[in-house]
């Protein structure tokens, strides 16, 4: 334990026994910041394990590795974890970690406020799974399209189980929300003016007023359900609105993507101008392109629902709303390319993942464009198309820049660097088994394959799916593999790793100016900040000292 | 776009580097980004959505091929600069002396990948605007030729018919709905209970069936054939098993079909008794023959 964490405050040491109270009780953002990540990285593998399981029951027609009501849990829990318990969590320990560091702060705003959101987090994890101990978890699509999970249809404790979890969650993300917003307004270090902020807070500020917004519709939505399920209501019942659910719902579930990808854009914006050697292109425009998308996502959510029959003006307004998001997505996409054009490229493992981002990420902005049509959406929703475009994106765009980011930070966090042989082999196989799992999954929802179908005949129509289907799940297990490589790699680097040194990759901001990993209290004395490169400017500065010293 | 004092000498400088080798270096990248189209060639795996057997499928069909060209040329050149980057930035075949130019944006550039996308936005969205006001509206009385009440339930679907009969289909071996060729056939969407989806792929989109109020739906099948489709929103355990089949006949053909469907279900208000099936419902046959099954209307048509 003494190599991972950073070195104890001080004044736990003499009141408990003092692995627990440093992990259980600290306040420390780093360590919390930890904790999130390695609940982000266990759900990430449980939820890996379900779609494992959700693989192998449709790698041939009729299958029956699970049954029909087993597999609606696994999709279900399958999309709740990865969703709520990996993504956004590992983004919020990240965020955790390095939004104070990179702003020249001591700590997050209010720290026991941070320690109570991480610690609700566990609990709403289990809440969750305790419905699979208590006769059958939410199997209604992580979603939970009332009626289908009003109790009429569903008299389980399962969807409660999942309400009361995701209530929870909800409100640990505003606490974390209001945090990061106040540690980013108030604790800035001298020099540090909003001009001057990283990306990666800037995209930090977006997420989290994004999350503070849409955080409580979801928590309402939930609450309403609850209403119907215990107290007889009718708000989404057969006899009330089934829709207005949906609504509730997606006004926070779209926004919800891109509280998933914004901190993604802004490690992106990070990474490309260090490893390129040249500034970023275009600050401002990225900074507006953020707030852009923001604005913009909040007007979007009914183009999940172009098929509940709604007016078709209405339908046209969400379908513009939703097209204009590739505008600000533009923007930040040909601002990194210009970032990287003619620069000096390391292809260091986080500016390879970086890069592969980019790559498939464009494929899901691309077929998103395809969605965004009312009329072509009525064909494609639904499918293993609309499949294939959220691992796109979500996979393919929110996961791909956790690794780039936890290539990249992690010999900040730990002192040390993983491995690069099994860094490359990592990549390598998570490009190749992402893309070959998700590429062809496409032509899946073009020939007619709903999603969320526990098994499909053989034979029925003209041509079966089981051919693709059993390609698919054995390029599932490239990525499992890639997975696993990883895990190791972070098991055995941590360790072992090579020590890396302060600022190993000659980095531009605030968190590589202290030690690795830094002190309890981040910084000795915080750099003078004067541009938003200052480790750079510090770097020029002892480079050009050192040059005239060296010719007088 | 500003560029350093040591830009064009250091452009130079990789312009004097051998052409073969870069190609060289390029071949295996090449090889990756054509893998996937060759793969899905080979396989005869389609690409593309159904060409649609009624006029508002095509339109989509129509549609995804329209988007699907600045789609592949944004593709094409997105993928191309970042291939660019890759095969020719990088600092080990640069050398570690090179300076990169240090920009920090140019607003014209930026205006330019501002308004371009938005453009290509606008005429993608007018496109499908139009699209949407000429398929998207529920079809008028006067247009209509005939309308089929269909009513979704866990796990199977009643079609209701204007001459005063019911089909009703459960589970894996669906009963058609039939229905004749040439004439736009109105389908009024119900739900008994949760949300279910009607969508038979090679016919049109998709529409759901909503507790509470009606949806609508229209198809004009130009050439007699069966299609198979199945519910698309999660419904229950019993989801997978809802299959859906549409059979289109010719227009005297489904005159004698539908007669045949009024004689039998007159004499008996219940179903048949003997129906095979574990559902209470009248179900249906193990061939997908239209006489299988029927049972009184539940409502005449408006």
């Not at chain 1, 999709?75 to 955790?96: E, K």
């Not at chain 1, 990249?408 to 070959?436: C, D, Q, S």
């Not at chain 2, 080798?21 to 990756?32: C, D, E, F, Q, Y």
């Not at chain 2, 099936?277 to 249906?284: F, Q």
Request: net charge neutral; proline share 8%.
């Amino acid at each position: 334990m003494a190599t991972l964490a950073p070195p104890r405050p001080k004044s736990y040491d003499d009141t408990f026994w003092k692995p627990i109270s440093l992990w259980l009780t600290t306040t420390d953002h780093k360590l919390i910041g930890i904790m999130y990540m390695t609940t982000g990285i266990l759900s990430f593998v449980v939820g890996g394990l379900f779609a494992l399981i959700i693989r192998l029951q449709l790698t041939t027609p009729n299958a029956h590795v699970v049954d029909a009501e087993t597999y609606n849990q696994l999709i279900s829990a399958h999309g709740t974890t990865m969703i709520f318990f990996f993504v956004t969590i590992f983004m919020t320990g990240i965020a955790n970690y390095f939004v104070p560091l990179m702003v020249g702060a001591r700590d997050m705003a209010f720290p026991r406020l941070n320690l109570l959101g991480f610690w609700m987090i566990p609990v709403s994890i289990i809440i969750y799974y305790s419905g699979f101990f208590t006769g059958g978890a939410l199997n209604a699509g992580w979603t939970g399209y009332a009626p289908l999970t009003t109790r009429q249809f569903n008299p389980g404790l399962g969807v409660d189980l999942w309400a009361l979890s995701l209530i929870v969650w909800a409100i640990s993300g505003i606490m974390a929300s209001t945090n990061f917003l106040t540690t980013i307004v108030a604790l800035r270090a001298p020099g540090m003016r909003l001009t001057r902020l990283p990306l990666f807070v800037w995209a930090q500020i977006s997420t989290s007023i994004l999350l503070l917004i849409v955080g409580a519709p979801l928590a309402a939505a939930l609450i309403l359900l609850e209403f119907d399920r215990q107290f007889a209501t009718n708000f989404f019942t057969t006899q009330g609105r089934p829709v207005l659910y949906q609504h509730l719902f997606w006004f926070f579930g779209h926004p919800e993507v891109y509280i998933m990808i914004l901190p993604g854009f802004g490690l992106i914006s990070e990474i490309i101008p260090v490893f390129a050697r040249k500034p970023i292109f275009g600050y401002g425009t990225m900074v507006a392109a953020l707030f852009g998308i923001v604005f913009l996502s909040m007007a979007v959510w009914a183009h999940h629902m172009f098929t509940v029959g709604m007016n078709i003006y209405v339908e046209t307004f969400f379908m513009i709303m939703t097209m204009l998001i590739a505008v600000p997505t533009g923007i930040k996409f040909f601002n990194w390319i210009a970032t990287a054009w003619k620069g000096s490229i390391d292809f260091t493992l986080p500016m390879k993942f970086a890069f592969g981002f980019m790559a498939t990420f464009l494929i899901g902005g691309i077929t998103g464009i395809y969605l965004s049509a009312v009329p072509v959406d009525t064909q494609l929703h639904q499918s293993y198309y609309v499949v294939a475009h959220l691992h796109y994106v979500l996979f393919g765009g929110s996961v791909m820049t956790i690794f780039a980011g936890f290539y990249y930070w992690f010999p900040k966090i730990t002192g040390r660097k993983l491995n690069e042989t099994l860094g490359e082999w990592h990549f390598w196989t998570v490009l190749i088994g992402f893309n070959a799992t998700f590429l062809v999954m496409h032509t899946l929802g073009l020939e007619g394959m709903p999603r969320r179908i526990a098994t499909y005949p053989g034979g029925f129509g003209e041509e079966g799916w089981g051919a693709t289907n059993a390609f698919i799940t054995v390029a599932s297990f490239l990525v499992a593999l890639s997975v696993l490589l990883f895990i190791i790699n972070v098991v055995t680097s941590w360790r072992n790793g090579e020590v890396a040194g302060d600022d190993p990759w000659e980095g531009n901001t605030l968190e590589w100016a202290t030690s690795s990993p830094p002190p309890p209290y981040n910084f000795d004395h915080v750099p003078q900040v004067r541009s938003f490169m200052p480790l750079r400017d510090q770097r020029n500065e002892r480079r050009s000292r050192e040059a005239e010293a060296s010719a007088s | 776009m500003p560029r350093s004092a040591d830009f064009y000498t250091e452009r130079v400088s990789y312009r004097s580097s051998p052409v073969l080798r870069r190609l060289l270096l390029a071949a295996p990248l090449v090889m990756i980004a054509l893998l996937p189209g060759t793969a899905l060639a080979a396989s005869g795996l389609n690409p593309l959505p159904p060409a649609g057997v009624s006029p508002n499928g095509r339109n989509i069909y129509n549609l995804y091929l329209g988007i699907s060209i600045p789609a592949l040329i944004v593709f094409a050149l997105v993928e191309g600069l970042l291939l660019t980057i890759v095969i020719r930035d990088r600092r080990r075949r640069l050398g570690p002396d090179y300076k990169p130019p240090q920009w920090h944006g140019n607003g014209r550039l930026e205006i330019i990948w501002t308004v371009v996308p938005l453009l290509l936005m606008v005429a993608i969205g007018t496109v499908s605007f139009f699209e949407l006001q000429r398929d998207f509206q529920r079809p008028a009385d006067a247009a209509t030729d005939m309308q089929v009440d269909v009513s979704g339930h866990q796990f199977g679907w009643t079609f209701a018919y204007p001459q005063g009969f019911a089909i009703t289909s459960d589970g894996l071996n669906a009963n058609p709905l039939v229905v004749p060729t040439g004439k736009l056939v109105r389908l009024k969407l119900n739900s008994e209970d949760v949300i279910h989806g009607f969508w038979v792929p090679d016919i049109s989109g998709k529409t759901d069936l909503v507790p509470g109020y009606d949806n609508y739906t229209w198809f004009k099948i130009d050439q007699p054939g069966e299609w198979r489709g199945e519910c698309t929103e999660l419904c229950g355990s019993g989801h997978s098993t809802m299959q859906l089949l549409v059979k289109a006949v010719s227009p005297s053909d489904f005159n004698t079909w539908a007669a045949q469907q009024q004689a039998a279900q007159a004499p008996s208000p219940s179903p048949p008794a003997g129906s095979p099936g574990p559902s209470p419902r009248a179900s249906a046959s193990p061939s997908p023959s239209p006489s299988a099954s029927v049972r009184p209307s539940p409502s005449p048509s408006s």
